[in-house]
């Protein structure tokens, strides 16, 4: 092996440089070049790359976003567009190609392996933190901890108004930061695709006027994971009006996908980073670096979509118990 691929794919998630630094200075290391390309597999059909050096890397482990650009790419749906991926890595004498992205750039490794001779190997970044195979993913950590800055501000405001907020967080398919966010800033109710599948709104008022009966009058915040109304929060919050529960309407969108890195995801990127190097080093193919139970492991590309990840039942269940006191 003398010469790997890079990219990131998908949603970005602050730590994905940092995982590109520890995996250029490991290839580095043990003499392999890197080619790094940019806007995910656009780069690849696109043949938009370059080389990485330890230099290109040296600085940016602080830095959210990624210097090699993300994006989604329509083209690797197709055999055509496989089909010219594939060629292009071969051309470039590409003996192997690490994606650092979520389940559905995995989805696309795999699909390419049809058309790809060199190995495959992925690294999980999105803040969702929605892929099998790894207990967290790199971006989750600092999404948690931005979303959590954005909603202590809001209940400032709500608690100086004694006013009822909806907080919508990020999670394509997933709940796993909203509950997180959820427990993490004492929000009075959770919403989330795997408590639910759809709302029931008369619940939540009730809820609502449980809360005001225990406590008076008091801010009250509701986290919901951005699927779970159609037409969003706005939406939701004009509904609950007519139901005669006012209340005002926040999405954090965006915001939680930048940032530096907290410290968490900077080790976890490291770690991931060095370890697929490794891996692929011994043969590695098809596969993730992951970390479960704090080891570092490697799970097969093609399960991690599996979406068998679970919310924490059990803070769940307490606040839901305890949420209206
Ligand atoms: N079934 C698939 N076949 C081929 N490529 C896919 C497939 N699913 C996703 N991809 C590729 O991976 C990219 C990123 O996938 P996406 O689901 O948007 O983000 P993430 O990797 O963060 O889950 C897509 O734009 C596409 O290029
Ligand atoms: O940036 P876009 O294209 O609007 O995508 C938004 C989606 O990307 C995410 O931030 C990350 O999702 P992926 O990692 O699966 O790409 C989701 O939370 C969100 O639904």
Known sequence: MKRIGVLTSGGDAPGMNACLRALVLTAHANELEVVGFQYGFNGVIEQQYHHLLPYHVNGIIQNGGTIL???????????????????????????????????????????????????????????????????????????????????????????????IFLVEVMGRHTGYLAVAAGIAAG?????????????????????????????????????????????GVSALAADLEQRGIECRAAILGHIQRGGRPVGADRILATKLGAYAVEQLLQGAHLMMAGEMNGQAGLYPLARTGEKKKQVDSYLLRWQQQVAQY
Request: net charge negative; glycine share 8%; with cysteine.
């Open 187 to 231: 929000a009075e109710q959770i919403i989330c695709p795997e408590l639910a599948s759809e709302l029931d709104l008369d619940r939540i008022a009730l809820h609502v006027e449980q809360a005001r009966k225990h406590r008076g009058n008091c801010s009250y915040i509701i986290v919901l994971a951005e699927t779970m109304y159609p037409g």
């Open 69 to 163: 650009k993300s994006a989604r790419c329509e083209a690797m749906h197709s055999a055509t567009g496989l089909q010219r991926a594939a060629q292009n890595l071969h051309d470039l004498q590409i003996d192997a190609l690490l994606v650092i992205g979520g389940d559905g750039s995995f989805r696309g490794c795999v699909e390419l392996s049809a058309f790809y001779n060199g190995r495959l190997l992925g690294i999980p970044g999105t803040i969702d933190n929605d892929v099998d195979g790894s207990d967290f993913t790199i971006g989750f950590a600092t999404a948690l901890d931005t979303a959590l800055d954005a909603i202590d501000k809001i209940r400032d405001t709500a608690d100086a108004f004694e006013r």
